[in-house]
């Protein structure tokens, strides 16, 4: 009963944050920064590339309120799985980023950047005690 007690608290708790925090992804934060007066801004590529954000978003939430529940769930057994699948699925997120940036007429981010991201913001979710472990 006290576990079930705990686990509604932490779920609870999640909710609470995920209210307070914006869920927009790489992708969508680089789509609203695209300058609507560009010259490729109304070009197909450009506006196609947009699609991604929704996508994104969704598997930023999703990642939110996933990991932390796997992690209760799993005693902690599951840290170095889901560090490896929230670090690739931000990976994919920044370089979908970096794709609607070079669709629209900017610059694409260096892979070398991409992983730096990544990595960084793994570990310091990791070395911080967040939970989340992956979305940054």
């Known amino acids: 009963m006290q576990q079930l007690v705990r686990f509604?608290?932490?779920l609870f708790a999640a909710v609470l944050a995920l209210s307070f925090s914006g869920c927009a992804s790489q992708t969508r934060n680089m789509a609203e920064s695209i300058?609507?007066?560009g010259l490729q801004y109304k070009e197909v590529v450009c506006q196609r590339s947009f699609e991604l954000a929704p996508f994104h978003d969704d598997i930023k939430l999703t990642r939110f309120i996933a990991t932390p529940t796997l992690l209760l769930l799993s005693g902690g057994s599951?840290?170095?799985p889901l560090l490896g699948v929230n670090m690739g699925l931000d990976a994919l997120d920044h370089l979908?980023?970096?794709h609607v940036s070079q669709a629209c007429g900017g610059f694409a981010t260096p892979?070398?950047?991409i992983l730096e991201k990544v990595v960084l913001g793994a570990g310091f979710s990791l070395f911080s005690g967040n939970?989340?472990?992956?979305p940054n």
């Open 96 to 98: 979908d980023a970096s």
């Open 78 to 80: 599951y840290l170095l």
């Open 111 to 113: 892979s070398e950047n």
């Open 35 to 37: 300058n609507p007066h």
């Open 8 to 10: 509604m608290g932490l």
């Open 131 to 134: 939970v989340r472990l992956g």
